[in-house]
């Protein structure tokens, strides 16, 4: 069964940095998109980044534009999310999923396999 499996998460302090890391297995990762979502508590998931099967293109919601980057290493089967400046509002588990498509879709049900989720914790 296809696999998705996040690592990186933690806690940092408010200004600091982390870089997530999306590990595929039993899937070529390569044909398909892969998108970042992230969850607060009580809140609903929402769209972070994506970047397309090439990794030539790349979109992000506009609260995280010019402090995250996606990028990929499709010879590794794994993508990436690098996170900077980040802040308390950036607290949330985040999950990376892989698209139906090759292109970037900001909404989840464009998206047929999940990780489990890392945990990211800003403190101030």
């Known amino acids: 069964q296809a696999q998705l499996v996040e690592s990186g998460g933690g806690l940092v302090q408010a200004g600091g940095s982390l870089r997530l890391s999306c590990a595929a297995s039993r899937l070529t990762l390569a044909n398909f998109a892969v998108g970042w979502f992230r969850q607060a508590p009580g809140k609903e998931r929402e769209f972070v980044a994506g970047i397309n099967w090439s990794g030539k293109s790349t979109f992000y919601a506009d609260s995280v534009k010019g402090r995250f980057t996606a990028a990929r290493d499709n010879s590794k089967s794994t993508v990436y999310l690098q996170m900077n400046s980040l802040s308390v509002e950036d607290t949330a588990t985040y999950y990376c999923?892989?698209?139906?498509?090759?292109?970037?879709?900001?909404?989840?049900?464009?998206?047929?396999?999940w990780g489990q989720g890392t945990q990211v914790t800003v403190s101030s």
């Open positions: 999923a892989s698209s139906r498509d090759s292109d970037v879709n900001t909404r989840p049900s464009g998206y047929n396999y």
